[in-house]
């Protein structure tokens, strides 16, 4: 489960960290979804990371949600290969592209929201995009999305959003946000959210060391607490890899992955349901500000995949200071 976990999310973080010389972009688009398998319409939203390999072809890693159906909340990772017209400074460009989708789906073994399950597995996403590219390289874009899962749901939406190309920061401004042998230690404060269709919520804190091993690469080790909901409380301490990409001359964007060893305490007092300790895979995106030399600012949300239906989402902001 880790290798399949992580393989989407891996070739995202690579893209995100290259520093060839052909163009890169990103985009954020949302729109609206229908379910085939529920018969019912919902939102959806996207956020991308293109490298372009040549005049024509481009590939692609991103983050996919499909909205709350009812008994179907799903979402995941895909990466995509997509052939398009040559993308011009400013004008029309169109665009069709396959990959597969690595999901995450919260649904019903019995019927009853009270009975959920988190389901994982393999798909296919196809989509067709045209886009409008204005000057200063930005550029709205209109989606068509198929998502194949063979037999769990497929789905079609309709996606509108904007799109950015990014600029190569320079290795000196680079310097000043993330450098080889800097060291990190920040505070982080948030929520942790069930994955159940009653996304019950709980504060959510933890303290981070991070080592930059590279401009592109860091890795981290994070004691965290999941906080506590009803009669569960979690808490353990993930170690992740972590792969950058400047975004402007202070802001980075990150992406990593690693392994969690927590402890779930169902009820302190039960002897019928002692705790229990578990590794699981993590995947993490975030962005890390420049506050000033020395002090950074981050955001976070990270995904905790499980085999025994108790994935989470865990939303963090922090404060973290160089030394």
């Known amino acids: 489960m880790i290798i399949k976990t992580f393989a989407l999310p891996l070739l995202f973080v690579s893209l995100a ?27 959806a939203a996207e956020v991308g990371f293109a490298q372009r390999l040549n005049d024509y072809s481009s590939l692609s890693a991103e983050y996919y949600n499909e909205g709350h159906p009812s008994r179907h909340h799903r979402d995941g990772f895909t990466s995509q290969l997509w052939l398009h017209t040559a993308l011009p400074e400013q004008g029309l460009s169109m665009g069709v592209a396959a990959g597969p989708y690595y999901y995450f789906d919260t649904t019903t073994g019995l019927g009853a929201s009270s009975d959920y399950r988190n389901l994982h597995g393999w798909g296919t996403l196809l989509s067709a995009s045209a886009k409008w590219h204005f000057e200063k390289r930005s550029y709205m874009e209109v989606r068509f999305n198929h ?40 505070v982080l404060g948030g929520q942790a959210i069930v994955n159940s269709f009653e996304s019950e919520r709980a504060r959510a804190y933890g303290l981070e060391y991070r080592d930059t091993l590279t401009q592109n690469v860091e890795w981290s080790a994070t004691a965290l607490n999941e906080g506590r909901i009803g009669l569960v409380q979690r808490r353990g301490v993930a170690a992740q890899l972590w792969l950058l990409r400047p975004l402007t001359d202070r802001t980075v964007l990150e992406l990593g992955g690693g392994g969690y060893l927590m402890r779930d305490q169902i009820n302190r007092d039960s ?26 600012a981050q955001l976070s949300f990270s995904r905790v995949v499980t085999d025994y239906h108790r994935d989470s989402d865990i939303l963090l902001v922090g404060v973290g200071r160089l030394f």
């Not at 890169?24 to 398998?37: E, I, K, M, P, R």
């Not at 600029?167 to 060291?183: H, I, L, M, Y």
């Open 271 to 296: 002897v019928t349901e002692p705790s229990k300790t578990h590794l699981v895979p993590i995947v993490t995106l975030g962005a890390r500000y420049r506050v000033s030399p020395l002090w950074r």
């Open 147 to 186: 998502a194949n899962t063979h037999g769990a749901g497929d789905s079609n939406s309709i996606l509108v959003g904007l799109g950015y190309e990014l600029q190569n920061v320079p290795d000196r401004e680079r310097r000043k946000t993330e450098r080889a042998g800097d060291r990190l230690l920040m």
């Open 17 to 43: 960290a290259s520093n060839v010389a052909n163009a890169q972009d990103t985009s954020v688009l949302a729109g609206a979804l229908h379910n085939n398998l529920a018969r019912e319409s919902s939102f």
